[in-house]
């Protein structure tokens, strides 16, 4: 095997930066940086902290006049961060990574699964949920805007066919998605609980029968159409002293049909 080749500490200094070279073509880069990056996290939120992978992607402006970026720091600072990512930490990361590469302005893209343990309502047993997780930051003249995006699975049972039908109501997998410009810090699992509150009925993981039952009855005592489900949710966001702006979109993967009913309110600043 060939022995690696060693650089003198005094040599490196001496190195070229290629990337701080000038660039004359006098054309500024908007988004530079790294793609679809996997990396493992440990993310802190309300009850616990938990290692899962996430996929990142991380940019930074770039100066008509600079040739290159040092793709190398984002690397860097996602070791400083990987072990200890909360909203909180990650609300600090986009300034962090603009001033490291020495730019203007920076975006930082993490999406993740996170899991979360319920109990089922009867039975009481314990199962897995997991939920996708998407964290955007950018620092633009100075200020941080951060947007934090989370899909949540549900259940919902339609008004119309439980009105007109003799026998039961047909039901469906929905997807509830809720994206929100927070003000402060806020928990993963408070925005997920209310897309879960909003529904016809949660989803688990794993249910007894004496479960099963509960839910299909609950279900039923509780229809929404997907135009229900947006606005119950959005009037619970606008409550929340939290939250400067939300999207909730809602897609019901109907059971009776070969596409999907859907439903948006936009309340983002």
């Known amino acids: 095997m060939t022995a690696a080749l060693k650089v003198k500490p005094e040599l490196i200094s001496l190195l070229d930066d290629v990337q701080a070279s000038t660039d004359r073509r006098c054309l500024a880069i908007q988004k530079v940086g790294i793609k679809d990056l996997s990396y493992p996290i440990i993310f802190v939120d309300k009850q616990d902290s938990q290692q899962t992978r996430a996929s990142c992607n991380l940019y930074v402006s770039l100066a008509a006049d600079q040739r290159g970026t040092h793709m190398s720091r984002f690397i860097t600072l996602m070791n400083k961060y990987y072990k200890t990512i909360s909203i909180e930490k990650f609300y600090q990361l986009p300034e962090e990574v603009a001033k490291t590469l020495e730019a203007e302005s920076s975006r930082i893209e993490l999406n993740f699964t996170y899991f979360r343990w319920k109990k089922a309502p009867v039975s009481g047993l314990e199962s897995a949920m997991d939920y996708n997780i998407f964290l955007t930051g950018e620092y633009v003249d100075g200020k941080v805007e951060m947007k934090i995006k989370v899909e949540v699975p549900a259940t919902s049972l339609c008004p119309c066919s439980k009105k007109i039908s003799d026998h039961g109501a047909h039901n469906q997998r929905s997807l509830t998605t809720i994206t929100v410009k927070p003000k402060q810090a806020i928990w993963l699992e408070d925005i997920i609980e ?76």
Request: charged content about 30%; glycine content about 2%.
């Open 194 to 269: 209310i897309a879960e509150q909003n529904a016809s009925a949660e989803v688990f993981g794993l249910l007894k029968r004496e479960d099963e039952k509960f839910l299909t009855e609950h279900a039923y005592e509780n229809p929404k159409f997907v135009e229900d489900m947006v606005r119950d949710v959005a009037l619970c966001l606008q409550k929340d002293d939290r939250i400067n702006g939300f999207i909730v979109e809602t897609e019901n993967f109907e059971s009776i049909h070969n596409h999907s009913a859907y439903a948006m309110i936009d309340q983002m600043d």
